[in-house]
């Protein structure tokens, strides 16, 4: 698909206009990801771009084409948080007032980086509970007001700048690319990327990486047109949209070769290796598709260069033990059972020396009802050293004269006691 404004030139247009602007990002190479894939390894580094995030690519493109006269109307925008802050620190640039609508799960971090970007140049409106959501009223507020409605994905000249990460990305190459991951969440980078890619080196294979829980370009290739979904994980904030764009959707289903989808707990435990291993801070959203990349592995040829984009790194602190807990629980080092113990001497000391055997470590017990005067439920989290432990344990558990229930992942219980 290819209109004048939807070509590898507005894309080449497009980064000439930012290259003074923005920052170059780095290309660096992952040991870690090549010796698990086979291939050589690369990470776009977009997590150290101007507010840490691709998107000011976009926003700082769009708003630049504006005339005078739009200009003096200010801007509006939703965002899960990226988007406004690319927006917020355009606007400060280039003069502009705007307003940032951003959903209620938006992390603080991000809120609070959106209006030091600003530099009092914009105000920020929380509304609704989701991306969606906050879209509907910031496009209500761009209705009333007049303010131009700067989208975060689809629009061509947010699509145009956002796809200048391909251009870098194949200059910066030390040898010609294989495979290129890319996370979507609306599609405005993936579309913009595959515009001139396909163009300018038709060769290379596209991957779009999707959340599990937020799957919504998977759902309109599914279904030949975009399709909302009816309920969305909005875990990765970033990439949790629940309809894909008009305009992206028809990029994306004539040039991306794959759309894939990771959990969440498996974009949990990239993160963390990510920091652990080589330093980097990534949101969940920018860890998508470094996580696909294992996942894709046996399609990758041996020594194939591959390339992942690291979208962004405005991730809460505050939400590390979140991530943690999803991590264990996604590799099956972390379990969770209610054990119903009876009021009498010696009840737990069995359950520690005879249920429980070495590399078990208790990380939670709670009771959760005292429900009568003989037994005592308690909620026991348990983390293993290896997830081949769990059969062992359970088996030990069935022998036990306790009543011992696990709670699984996934189930409303778990969701409420955990």
């Not at 609070?112 to 879209?135: C, N």
């Not at 980097?280 to 598709?289: S, T, V």
């Amino acid at each position: 698909m290819s209109t004048p404004q939807l070509s590898a030139a507005a894309v080449e247009a497009a980064a000439q206009v930012l290259a003074p602007i923005v920052l170059r990002t780095p290309l660096e190479f992952s040991p870690r990801l090549s010796d698990a894939t086979g291939a050589q390894v690369y990470l776009k580094r977009e997590n150290r771009q101007i507010a840490r995030s691709y998107k000011v690519r976009g926003a700082y493109h769009f708003i630049s084409g504006l005339t005078d006269a739009e200009r003096g109307r200010g801007v509006v925008c939703a965002s899960a948080g990226n988007h406004g802050q690319g927006v917020a620190w355009s606007s400060a640039r280039l003069g502009l007032r705007g307003r940032v609508y951003v959903p209620g799960n938006t992390p603080r971090q991000k809120r609070q980086r959106i209006l030091a970007l600003g530099e009092g140049a914009v105000e920020l409106v929380v509304a609704g509970s989701s991306y969606d959501e906050a879209g509907a009223a910031a496009r209500a507020d761009a209705d009333a007001s007049g303010a131009i409605f700067v989208h975060p994905f689809d629009d061509p000249r947010t699509i145009a700048g956002q796809g200048s990460v391909a251009v870098e990305l194949a200059e910066q190459s030390p040898a010609p690319l294989h495979t290129v991951l890319v996370p979507i969440g609306g599609g405005g980078l993936i579309a913009g990327m595959a515009l001139w890619l396909k163009e300018r080196h038709p060769e290379v294979r596209i991957v779009g990486v999707e959340p599990a829980g937020a799957a919504s370009m998977t759902a309109a290739l599914a279904a030949g047109e975009p399709t909302r979904l009816s309920k969305i994980d909005t875990f990765v904030d970033g990439a949790a949209v629940g309809l894909v764009g008009s305009v992206t959707f028809p990029v994306v289903r004539d040039l991306v070769d794959e759309v894939v989808t990771v959990p969440e707990g498996a974009v949990c435990t990239e993160m963390l290796e990510l920091y652990q291993v080589e330093g980097i801070i990534a949101e969940p959203a920018g860890a998508l598709a470094s996580t696909a990349a294992r996942q894709i592995a046996d399609s990758l040829p041996a020594g194939s260069t591959v390339a992942c984009v690291v979208s962004g790194g405005n991730n809460d602190v505050s939400r590390y033990n979140e991530i943690v807990e999803r991590s264990l629980l996604h590799e099956g080092l972390r379990h969770y059972f209610l054990v119903t113990f009876p009021q009498e001497p010696g009840a737990l000391r069995h359950f520690l020396d005879d249920v429980l055997s070495d590399g078990e470590d208790i990380v939670v017990f709670e009771y959760v009802k005292k429900n009568n005067r003989e037994t005592g439920p308690a909620l026991v989290g348990i983390e293993l050293d290896t997830a081949a432990g769990l059969a062992p344990l359970l088996a030990r558990m069935a022998a036990s004269p306790l009543q011992i229930d696990q709670v699984p992942p996934g189930s409303p219980l778990f969701g409420f006691l955990i």
